[in-house]
């Protein structure tokens, strides 16, 4: 492993991990940094590979310039209807070679997340919503990680 693998492995504790195929040195963006909006519409997929969603917003937190979370979106047809879920961005893993995110959690937890509809958002800095959030999908909260 060459040193810049071994920074990305230890940076990607506090953001998604990556499987597959990539090179670091490659030229253009990806899949270690990316345009936000290339990543929305991506699908989420469980462990198994069965789909769960679309990443429909990815979510920064301003101060600390950090990724928090990517909302997911599960249950909508055409944009109509369906459940939003803030997922921590570190329970997630792109695929590279799928091009999809995974997240380990199968369709019957994540529909028994705690989740919201497009008009009610809860208040994503509130940090009992978010410690429970992370505590839900297992992860550790992004500001506590160095």
Known sequence: MNPDETD?????????????????????????????????????????????????????DVPTGRVAYAVLSFGSFLGMGGKLFAVPWSALTLDTQRKCFVVGTDKDKLKAAPGFDKDNWPSMADLQWATSIHQYYGASPYWDEN
């Open 8 to 60: 990305r492995d230890s940076a990607s504790k506090s953001g998604a991990s990556i499987v597959g195929k990539s090179d670091p040195h490659s030229r253009g963006p990806g899949p270690y940094v990316m345009a936000a909006d290339t990543l929305q519409g991506d699908s989420v997929v469980d462990p198994n590979g069965d789909k769960l969603g679309t990443v429909a917003h990815i979510m920064l």
